[in-house]
């Protein structure tokens, strides 16, 4: 199930081209799962006070249209996959009906240390929509 | 007359020491101000299409308390003065209650070549809030 | 043929998690290719004061593990490929010895306005390395 | 004693003004500051392994002609006043001869959890000069 997310696009995030710098799209997804895992009951935030961190180790964005300021966009973030240990997410970034970048990021779990851990049983559903 | 808008700390926004970067309070002030002169009619997007700028040339931000990732802070804006060619407005940035961080920004209006310009009447105007 | 460029890991790049943000190697990948084409005799900066751009359509980027603030990373950047309209190069950022990110970025040249033009002769010769 | 660092503006840093967005003077400001301290033997990046942090807690900054993509700016930074507690130190940032923007920072030493901490007495002298 998709999430839908808006947010305005910051002054501070365009570049001299005069649209987004593309780097900030990888901002744009990061807000998208935020609240993907919000609206499922897992406040992100609250994840990382447990000691558990979902840390980015493969990203990927293809730029379809330029993005401006002010321009309040569209993100839909959606799962593709959740393992034991990994969480896939695809996103795309909307101007009305005009698709402006899609991407996606792979994220694993670790502790505070970097060591590889297993997704919570908890997290693991509630991302699957299962109840 | 204050305008008050909201807007939620990105990951992206933090540094190390666990907070929100205080670079990024000048990114809270330019939200700020957009939201201002959207309220009073004058898109900054719209103003920068007619060939005018608004320019920083003083920034000033005093840091009360930090701020955290995911928090849906308050930006609240005023006006403190416009002149001709200039303009002055201060924030404060809170959570709930509590100031997090308070500050003024100095713009001077240019064209695209840099030079002074006169700020239009109407947008003058419009600033203090005069119909 | 390789450029490898250095860069010192600002305060302001890391996150809450202690390490750089995975949005700030976009930033890395841009300064190795800046470097690539000033090597080589073509200053970006110049190149779009003639009017033409380099526009990212493609970006990937694999994180193996994470920079740290203060590191003096270096930016390996290699041409994958160039073809008349379109470029790819690939990235790695290493801390010594050990590969930090890789990732590779693909950009097509436009005008101002956006329209693909096609790259420059020289550019596209000295981007090969062919004299 | 003045520390002289030089660093090249990244594209990231610029805004659609064609200019580095006013913000990242404050990145400028700290790259500036930790090459003080590491030139005066005190790496800060050590400095908060051992536990102690100096925070923001006051900033300025005056800008005075725009910065471009790809300049290599000198950042000059010198200490004003060093107490049990605080430090400020000044900051010019500059292309060439002219002055692009001048600003301070005050900085508070505390702990891991925010308690106001005593300035080691070594760091004090370290800034201070004195041997």
Not at 11 to 23: L, R
Not at 25 to 49: D, N, P
Not at 110 to 118: A, E, I, Y
Request: neutral net charge; glycine residues 6%.
């Amino acid at each position: 199930m998709e999430q839908v997310t808006t947010t305005r696009i910051r002054y501070a995030d365009t570049d001299q081209m005069g649209y987004v710098h593309h780097a900030k799209y990888l901002e744009y997804f990061e807000i998208g799962r935020t609240e993907y895992m919000r609206a499922r009951g897992h406040s992100y935030a609250r994840f990382e006070e447990s000691g558990l961190y979902l840390v980015l180790t493969e990203a990927h964005a293809a730029y379809r249209r330029p993005a401006r300021y002010d321009m309040e966009v569209t993100i839909r973030t959606r799962l593709r996959e959740v393992s034991h240990v990994q969480v896939t997410f695809d996103y795309t970034v909307e101007n009305g009906r005009e698709i402006l970048c899609e991407g996606w990021t792979k994220l694993a779990c670790t502790d505070r240390d970097g060591k590889l851990r297993r997704i919570p049983e908890s997290l693991g559903k509630a991302l699957e929509g299962v109840k």
